[in-house]
Nanobody, 125 residues
Framework: QLHLVESGGGLVQPGGSLRLSCAAS????????IGWFRQAPGKGREGVSC????????YYPDSVKGRFTISRDNAKSTVYLQMNNLKPEDTAIYYC??????????????????WGQGTQVTVSS
């Protein structure tokens, strides 16, 4: 069972940047596609990126495309989410999650099984 822990959240001004990390343990990270999701108060959980097992393919919704970049270092068992040009509407709790063993990328939360505890990102002046 893959165990995931997010870090790197915080308070940032509009236009600023943050890098989130998702550290994995308990299994081999390279076996899993990893997604990043967010949930704002009163809203459903939204997929913001996914990276394939090798890191060769990344997926983003239009809302973050060109501003967010997902990457991974399987040797360090860590997945990253670089967020640039942040906007107030990016404020949310951000979670990382793993797809099932050897399953391909997806952006729907329902397709992911192992979730971290989340890290808060607040974009405000």
């Amino acid at each position: 069972q893959l165990h995931l822990v997010e870090s790197g959240g915080g308070l940032v001004q509009p236009g600023g940047s943050l890098r989130l990390s998702c550290a994995a343990s308990g299994s081999t990270l390279a076996y899993y596609a990893i997604g990043w999701f967010r949930q704002a108060p009163g809203k459903g959980r939204e997929g913001v990126s996914c990276i394939s097992r090798s890191g060769g393919n990344q997926y983003y919704p239009d809302s973050v495309k060109g501003r967010f970049t997902i990457s991974r270092d399987n040797a360090k068992s860590t997945v990253y989410l670089q967020m640039n040009n942040l906007k107030p509407e990016d404020t949310a709790i951000y979670y990382c999650a793993a797809r099932g063993l050897s399953r391909p990328c997806a952006l729907s939360p329902a397709d992911f099984g192992s979730w971290g505890q989340g890290t808060q990102v607040t974009v405000s002046s």
